[in-house]
């Protein structure tokens, strides 16, 4: 036999996977396969039953798919590639040419005694995307993972050392680790962060773009320049989802007058301690994973330390009493005159469901799928970012709760979408691709992230709004700021008219509401990399230009901190018998500590222009009467793609009770476009029972939990996986809490200091 054909196939492949690194537009015909082999895995992933779809790596899958369907030359082809790459894992899955009779039950489905079979079939309790939070996909019939509460989804030894002798200077860091695992998202990484004063985050690598999966000792390595204020420097490594990693040998070395020098780790080659139990000197804690030192294997020495997920408990029981029956099945159109069937339920006897795909076939599609995929799943290869879109898009295209509301063109959006994606260059170029995808939905909580994006961790440290169609500096969060003055009219931004600014960085903000969608656009233009600038031309009160750059010089984090920072505090008396309640920082037990004189107060107002310090409960203490609205919070419940069909809600609420003592001074809550989520469910309960006036402005319209998705290359998505309403049934998303005095700043009001929310809030509880 000839050598050189065993190794054809995989030549090929190889060749093919390369060409997929490169760039370019689709054509017309490319575009037409990518949209049906993406609509067809949608299909199958999520409600196509048999126990070779639930077994296999679906983001690995994607990314294999889509260089086969550009492979294909007509649409004979196409169908023939999409029948081999279906038909190993979904047996009674028809392709076929639009048009064309199919027979269903297809041949095999049926077994000729169907007594004592169990019918298994996909349900959807929004979708499950992880093991953990309130969204869960299962098959009847099948156990299925129940969430550990407040579970990780990684599992870390860490260590942490004093800063101070290492200053400024470079440094190396590194260990030996070794992995088994498998799957896109399951991996091991070393993780090196620096804290500097203030609490502040300085210099971090968790190797989120270059994960370890390797089953093989192998050393890693994390270099860079501890911070000049670094308080203190925490390292280790984590094993991130599922698998085992194993790791020993740990050094680090700072340069010290041109020299590596060795900063001793205690424990650092993890020799000390019993086999069995956790290594001294780690610290470690997380549900589902365990941390042993072993002598099964070493990279130097005769021990390491081995991290590993605890499987956790599983179950039966359906999600809910909804399922497809035996004989359901969709039929729909993928483009490219072609059609699918797809049968939504499966007998099931003892050894899987029926019928069973062929086991050399399914092997050897997992075996091309693991020979094709590059070395690491990065954006820099177009397959990965073409996976990506197929991934992401389904998501949406099935379970996103709000598409009768928004109006979206879902299917507009996919095409559109995997052209960008196809001539993105590098991984931040693919960040926006699916920041404008996520935008389509109009989702106060869409948002897109990339591990070790360092694009926009650091801002400009000023606050600006939009106030009478105009960008004004309503605050300098850094005192040693000079050149610029709270009530500022900034004219350009980086050469730019500050509306042409901000309406380029909407294009990319998911939100339901203006409002949402401006208060995130202006935080992303003061937003960069470290150190760099931002060029404003600005006129001051007395109509003089100027230009001037500011630096981006604090962390995104300690911003925020400084930023939910007001002169009055948490709470404070303005006059005799008028409170003032930050709700953004005081806690419920400040509150409780506050209600003797609350109770005989004459008016209070709740400054609610932020997020809510976990003090709902204080919304009892308005209550006349037993909260009565229990299905506000609303999980679809679905067994039938594109979000057809759907079979109810399960519904929840918060289920409030008054409680002693019951306030009755006049009560005012400012807020503004920036409440959101949580904050916007406490609104809820002002807004429907009329409890009290709401000064302001619109808030952001949207609420409900999140839910997230990862996806290969480091990125995650996150979005709302609810439907939430208002306690009368209408339509909240994209609508938000109304006040019912509106009121909002001025110009002339910033540059004399006023709050004029605040003042009408303290106007309206004074009368």
């Excluded at 299909?43 to 196509?48: D, E, L, P, S």
């Excluded at 999140?706 to 998303?733: A, C, E, F, Q």
């Amino acid at each position: 036999m000839n050598r050189l054909c065993l190794f054809a196939p995989i030549l090929w492949t190889l060749c093919f996977s390369q060409q997929m690194l490169g760039q370019g537009d689709l054509n017309k015909q490319e575009l037409q396969h990518l949209v049906a082999f993406t609509k067809l895995y949608g299909y199958v992933r999520y409600f196509h039953p048999s126990d070779e779809a639930a077994k296999i790596n679906w983001d690995e899958f994607a990314i294999y798919g889509v260089t086969q369907v550009l492979a294909a030359k007509t649409p004979g082809e196409l169908k023939k590639r999409l029948v081999e790459l279906f038909s190993p894992i979904a047996p009674t899955v028809i392709v076929f040419q639009s048009g064309e009779r199919v027979a269903f039950p297809p041949q095999g489905m049926v077994p000729k005694d169907t007594a004592g079979l169990k019918v298994v079939a996909w349900q959807h309790l929004g979708v499950g995307l992880n093991d953990q939070g309130i969204y869960s996909s299962a098959r009847t019939n099948r156990l299925r993972t129940v969430p550990t509460p407040g579970a990780m989804a990684f599992g870390a030894i860490t260590q942490s050392l004093n800063a101070a002798p290492h200053k400024g200077r470079e440094f190396r860091f590194g260990a030996a680790v070794k992995a088994n695992v498998q799957g896109a998202g399951n991996q091991g990484q070393l993780w090196f962060r620096v804290d500097r004063e203030g609490n502040a985050m300085g210099f971090f690598d968790n190797m989120g773009d270059r994960p370890i999966t390797h089953n093989g000792w192998k050393r890693y390595a994390i270099s860079g320049r501890i911070d000049n204020d670094a308080r203190q420097i925490v390292f280790g490594c984590f094993l991130l989802g599922a698998g085992r990693v194993w790791v020993d040998d740990f050094r680090l070395e700072v340069k010290e007058d041109g020299k590596w020098v060795d900063v001793p780790i205690p424990n650092s080659s993890l020799e000390t301690g019993e086999t069995g139990k956790p290594p001294p000197n780690w610290f470690q804690r997380a549900p589902n994973y365990s941390f042993q030192v072993v002598a099964e294997t070493a990279s130097d020495g005769s021990k390491s330390v081995l991290i590993a997920r605890h499987p956790p408990e599983q179950i039966s029981t359906p999600l809910f009493k909804e399922s497809s029956p035996f004989g359901s099945y969709v039929q729909k159109g993928l483009g490219s005159d072609l059609s699918c069937l797809v049968p939504l339920a499966l007998y099931s006897d003892e050894q899987g469901t029926i019928p069973r795909a062929d086991p050399k076939r399914l092997q050897r599609l997992i075996t091309d799928i693991s020979a094709s995929l590059p070395k690491e799943l990065t954006a820099r290869n177009r397959a990965v970012r073409l996976g990506n879109v197929a991934i992401a898009w389904n998501v949406f295209q099935h379970f996103y709760p709000y598409f009768d509301v928004v109006k979206t063109d879902w299917q507009r959006v996919l095409p559109e979408v995997l052209q960008l994606a196809a001539v993105d260059r590098t991984p931040n170029d693919f960040l926006r691709t699916l920041q404008k995808l996520v935008a389509q939905l109009h989702d106060g909580h869409g948002g897109v992230g990339l591990v070790n994006d360092t694009t926009h961790s650091y801002t400009a440290p000023i606050e600006w709004s939009w106030i009478q169609n105009q960008l004004v500096v309503t605050k300098i969060v850094d005192p040693t700021l000079i050149g610029l003055r709270v009530g500022d009219i900034v004219e350009q931004v980086d050469g730019r008219s500050p509306r042409t600014a901000l309406e380029r960085e909407e294009q990319f903000i998911s939100g339901a509401t203006p409002q949402w969608k401006r208060v995130r656009s202006l935080s992303a233009l003061l937003s960069g990399a470290r150190g760099t600038k931002i060029a404003l031309k600005i006129k001051d009160a007395d109509n003089k230009e100027r230009s001037i750059q500011i630096p981006r010089t604090m962390d995104i984090m300690a911003y925020y901190q400084k930023k939910k920072a007001t002169p009055l505090g948490q709470a404070k008396e303005f006059a005799k018998g008028i409170y003032y309640l930050n709700l953004d920082q005081i806690s419920i037990a400040a509150i409780d500590s506050l209600m003797a004189r609350l109770v005989t107060a004459k008016g209070i107002v709740c400054d609610l222009r932020g997020y809510p310090n976990g003090n709902h409960m204080f919304i009892a203490h308005l209550l006349g009467h037993r909260d009565t609205s229990s299905s506000w919070m609303r999980i679809p419940r679905i067994i039938y793609p594109d979000r057809e069909n759907l079979v109810g809600y399960q519904n929840s609420g918060w289920f409030l009770q008054p409680q002693q003592p019951r306030l009755t001074a006049k009560i005012a809550f400012v807020v503004d476009g920036r409440l959101i989520s949580y904050a916007e469910s406490f609104m809820s309960f002002i807004e429907h029972y009329k409890l009290a006036e709401i000064v302001g402005e619109p808030t952001a319209g949207t609420n409900g939990n999140v839910n997230s998705l990862s996806l290969p290359g480091g990125y995650w998505i996150s979005w709302t996986g609810m439907r939430v309403v208002k306690h009368d049934g209408s339509v909240h998303h994209g609508v938000g809490i109304k006040p019912t005095v509106p009121a909002g700043r001025t110009i002339a009001g910033v540059r004399a200091g006023r709050d004029e929310l605040l003042e009408k809030a303290i106007e309206i509880v004074s009368r």
